[in-house]
């Protein structure tokens, strides 16, 4: 049964917000996880932050993110107990928000680009099907 109110629109917040770099000390942090470790090495370790609530928590998130990835651009917020299959084959961009409990299955065989003009998007559910991620 329809509801009779009336729609009505509200102003994306998160998407408006400014990008602030992100700082040297966590791309410096990401390059030498990339040079000592493997992939599989940086996922165990992502596990041991996953669920943290804490500041700490978060930006270790995003650090091991960047260094899983293609590509992570400023400013990304990466919520709590995320799963992931093949990040190495992502791209993100500045300002992504990926909201808590959020499934990523990348594909081993191609390349998905989120964010900065391709998809600038919050994601807040239990599996997301990326239509614009293709096989290239």
Request: with cysteine; glycine share 10%.
């Amino acid at each position: 049964m329809r509801s009779s109110a009336p729609a009505r629109r509200v102003a994306a917040h998160f998407a408006q917000r400014v990008i602030d770099p992100d700082p040297a000390h966590e791309l410096g942090l990401t390059q030498a996880l990339r040079a000592q470790r493997t992939n599989e090495a940086l996922h165990s370790l992502w596990n041991r932050f996953a669920d943290g609530s804490d500041a700490f928590d978060a930006t270790m998130r995003r650090v091991l993110w960047r260094a899983m990835a293609l590509r992570l651009g400023d400013g990304a917020t990466i919520g709590q107990r995320i799963s992931f299959a093949h990040l190495d084959r992502f791209e993100f961009g500045a300002g992504l928000l990926v909201g808590d409990q959020v499934v990523l299955q990348g594909r081993h065989d191609g390349r998905c680009a989120i964010g900065e003009g391709h998809l600038r998007m919050a994601v807040d559910a239990q599996q997301v099907h990326l239509a614009g991620c293709r096989r290239i």
